[in-house]
């Protein structure tokens, strides 16, 4: 007959707890993550987007958020979302758009994740809202992955057509 003692079972109860709903193999949770209201979430903290993004130049003004894709708190990591926008001077919008490879589709059409309830009045004036698979955008898409770093694996830009905005959306996966 086996005999186990009392504090043998709390001691495995515990490591199974932590186990299964303690966050092993978890992400930790980013700070830019849109965990409460949106206007919590949005960082303008041109040093944190750098150290996310290959920027071609120093933008004038940031304004970005990491949207969760998927389940949080699900097994498995969770997926995230990088919408960035970004203000640059006519200069240097002619030659990111000239230095990068052009996505088909006219009009442009991005995520409604990437379409977010903060961008400018200037900005959401060339959305329209198409179906529930897109939004349709005045401007030019590129491919973003040169302006991408790890963890980030995939991602398109916009050149807002009449401002000199750019949205930029980052995919983990």
Known sequence: MLLVSTEAVAR????????LG???GCKQENTTMNSG??????SHDRNLLQAQLKLPAEPLEVSFEEVPRGVAGGLGPTDYLLVALLRFDANTLARLGASSQARPGN???IS???NRPWFPVAVKAAIERKDDAGVAIRGRKF???NLLKAP???GYFVIVEGTDYVILSAQTS
């Open 12 to 19: 495995a109860i515990i490591v199974v707890v932590l186990a």
């Open 22 to 24: 303690g966050g092993i």
């Open 37 to 42: 209201s949106p206007a919590q979430s949005i």
């Open 107 to 109: 009009p442009p059409r």
């Open 112 to 114: 409604p994740l990437a």
């Open 143 to 145: 491919d973003a992955i």
């Open 152 to 154: 980030y694996a995939t």
